[in-house]
């Protein structure tokens, strides 16, 4: 999350007066810093240039804190450059329940779409991994927490039939706070044997899937399609379970370890096979698709 770093100062008290802040009135301090240009870290709290950031891949120089990023950004680290080809961008949400909240579902969607520039959760297409072609998966969790309705579920589960067909590696990378989404009641549950049962006929190609898991990767999300991968890489500290840990100490009655749901803890449990370190995760890919994969190369020189 980037956070401007000039946004905090107070111009006004609650009854509306001027605070006590008078040397650098609030429209010359706008002009002079843009909003966004710096970022504080949320872990260590040291600020960088956001540029910086970006350049170092949205990680902290200072403490290796992995920022949440989006859909497109983690495309653009993943996939050699224009190389990604989306699928079923056609595929649009209704409100099959009619639901009623302090927002209604369908301005719910209609403000993260525009808040992200998505139309959805999840974004899926075929693209190049170090001159490997692969279908590939994101789910952002700035949509409604990457929570999984009926069309992430039917997108994901095109793409996982789109790679059996075509025999494609797979890669999908989670980030996903919100499970299944509470929208779509069952037909949001639907969608994690619906993905589940395409992974199993795509098991019988014997290609690989990859299952990238980044912060956070939670409920109904990690119980289907995240946490079934071939291999399940994940992000340094990304929170990973399945009910969140306040939940499970009020029913089991129990203080959990500190660094319980974290990549690392699960690594020591035997869930995960490897955390890497976003720069690394990109060759890491290729790696395990090349241990694995027929050497399906699309362009020799320099792959
Ligand atoms: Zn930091």
Redesign the pocket.
């Known amino acids: 999350m980037v956070l401007a770093a000039t946004s905090t100062s107070q111009k006004t008290n609650l009854k509306g007066e001027s605070s006590k802040l008078p040397e650098f009135p609030a429209t010359n301090r706008k002009k002079n810093v843009p909003e966004g240009l710096w970022s504080k870290?949320l872990?260590?709290s040291?600020v960088v240039y956001t540029k910086a950031l970006k350049e170092n891949l949205s990680v902290?120089p200072?403490?290796n804190?992995h920022f949440v990023i989006g859909a497109r950004e983690r495309l653009e680290q993943l996939l050699d450059p224009n190389t990604f080809k989306e699928l079923d961008t056609h595929l649009m949400t209704k409100d099959p329940l009619g639901f009623k909240g302090a927002k209604s579902y369908l301005e719910k969607v209609k403000q993260d779409q525009k808040k992200t520039g998505l139309e959805e959760a999840a974004v899926t297409g075929e693209g190049n991994c170090e001159g490997r072609k692969i279908a590939f998966g994101v789910t952002d969790s700035r949509f409604i927490m990457g929570s999984m309705g009926s069309v992430v579920g039917e997108k994901i589960t095109r793409l996982i039939e789109y790679a059996y067909e075509r025999k494609l590696p797979l890669v999908i990378v989670s980030g996903s706070g919100g499970g299944a989404r509470m929208y779509e009641g069952a037909l949001s549950l639907m969608q994690m044997a619906k993905t589940s049962a395409a992974l199993a006929r795509f098991s019988k190609n014997s290609l690989p899937y990859i299952s990238v898991l980044t912060h956070p990767t939670m409920g109904g999300v990690m119980a289907s399609f995240a946490s079934l991968g071939d291999f399940i890489v994940a992000e340094p500290k990304a929170l990973i379970g399945f009910a969140g840990p306040r939940v499970i100490e009020q029913t089991i009655r129990q203080k959990l370890p500190q660094d319980f749901q974290t990549s690392e803890f699960l690594l020591e449990h035997g869930l995960i096979d490897l955390v890497v370190n976003r720069k690394d995760l990109k060759q890491m890919i290729a790696q395990l698709l090349a241990y694995c994969g027929p050497a399906r190369r699309t362009r020799q020189a320099g792959s």
């Open positions: 870290c872990s260590c040291h902290c200072k403490c804190y």
